[in-house]
């Protein structure tokens, strides 16, 4: 499986089990997005901490993500992002619009104070 999906009270967490987060891989994360947000889970972690490649597809799905839980009155937090993925989110200037954490707990402890 591409993603964990682990469901943690008010909010979830997404594991991201892939090298590379691009056009094989980004319709899947979005439709699991989707299916949290109609589960009426409104906040959500997305932790990239084992993807080391992104394209312009998983960033459109990670903005999928965060407009989902925008809408629906939530947050949408990023984590554990690796080098190449940190430097992909800051040239389209997404650091300017997504919460990103160094890792998971400090993404948690984020969502739960929300």
Known sequence: ????????????????????????????????????????????????????????????AILIGNRLCKDAGGVFALSGLQANVEKMVKISQLDKVLNIYENLKAATSFIETK
């Not at 682990?6 to 590379?20: L, M």
């Not at 947000?37 to 394209?55: E, H, Q």
Request: net charge negative; proline share 0%; aromatic share 4%.
């Open 1 to 60: 499986m591409n993603f964990t999906i682990d469901t943690k009270g008010n909010y979830t967490v997404i594991q991201s089990n892939v090298e590379k987060l691009d056009a094989t891989n980004a319709s899947e994360l979005k439709s699991e997005l989707v299916l949290i947000n109609k589960n009426a889970v409104n906040s959500i972690i997305l932790d990239l901490n084992k993807t080391k490649y992104c394209d312009s597809s998983g960033l459109s």
